[in-house]
């Protein structure tokens, strides 16, 4: 915990940069889990890009799920909403059928500014896609595309919350209610030894993109980096690591609902 500590209870300028740290003052947490000290660039802003809803994955979307099919295309991205003064956003993806406010993907759009301060090596870790926006704005944006990804996953023997597509298979699962919603967690040996103090980790229909402590500092309160927030990295050793557990249908655990509610919590069987 202590290569956090410091961050922890800073403040930032107006430029609004938050690290959310409550993942650290948790019950369930294990202080070494945190010893990596590597922190996600989020953002406290979203996008939606419905007008290319369909077309941003090769196949379409899932009509039980809303996700996309198949491979991101090449089709740039056409943004019709963004948050105001940010240099970045996100896009928010979920299990919802199609017609639906969720995006076929988590996906990442950062400003020309944000872009032009990251140095040589970490451009070298993703292609800058310029997006279509609908109205003008200031800045010009550009989805990050990455060219690797690190696998997400969970740490074995904690609770996991997350469920499965019935018709193409998606899932999404994590140690939310555990450690904190938004924190992600990855295997020690996975990460990259190339740019181990940037890179970018999921999938590409849940880009998840992280740094280093000192490196997400340094962008914390600048002007081209409005809006940055912060989650904490769990990493654990490959035997800690659950790269797929068995988690319930969203067939399964809708059934689930109608039958029991929300008090009581979904657990997946292996019968089904
Ligand atoms: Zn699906």
């Known amino acids: 915990m202590d290569a956090l500590g410091d961050v922890v209870g800073e403040h930032y300028n107006d430029n609004e940069a938050a690290l959310h740290f409550d993942p650290l003052l948790s019950e369930a947490r294990n ?31 899932c009509k039980r ?19 105001d003064r940010t240099d970045g956003a996100f896009s928010a993806s979920g299990f919802e059928p199609p017609p639906t406010s969720e ?3 988590g996906l990442m759009i950062v400003s020309q500014p944000f872009l032009e ?21 200031r800045h010009q944006f550009f989805e990050l595309v990455p060219f690797e990804f690190v ?9 996991i919350d997350g469920g499965r597509c019935d018709v193409c298979g998606r899932h999404a699962f994590g140690n939310g209610s555990m450690l904190g919603w938004g924190v992600e967690v990855a295997c020690r ?53 659950e790269a797929d557990p068995l988690l319930g249908t969203l067939d399964e655990i809708e059934a689930f609902r109608e039958k029991h509610g929300y008090a009581v919590p979904f657990k997946p069987s ?3």
């Open 31 to 61: 202080p070494a889990w945190f010893a990596e000290g590597l922190i996600e660039i989020a953002w406290n802003a979203a996008f939606t890009f419905r007008p290319s809803a369909t077309t941003a994955y090769a196949n379409g979307r």
């Open 189 to 241: 040996q996975d990460l990259p030894k190339e740019s181990p103090n940037f890179f970018f980790a999921g999938n590409d229909k849940d880009v998840h993109l992280f740094c280093s402590q000192r490196r997400w500092k340094e962008m914390a309160g600048k002007k081209w980096a409005r809006k940055l927030a912060g989650e904490p990295l769990v990493v654990v050793d490959q035997s800690e690591f």
């Open 65 to 83: 799920c809303g996700g996309g099919l198949g491979e991101r295309t090449t089709t740039p991205l056409e943004v019709d909403s963004v948050h």
């Open 117 to 137: 301060a990251l140095s040589d090596i970490e451009r070298k870790t993703f292609e800058a896609r310029p997006v279509k926006l609908k109205r003008t704005r």
């Open 270 to 272: 292996p019968q089904t």
């Open 151 to 159: 696998p997400l996953g969970a740490v074995k023997g904690l609770d």
């Open 103 to 105: 995006m076929p993907g």
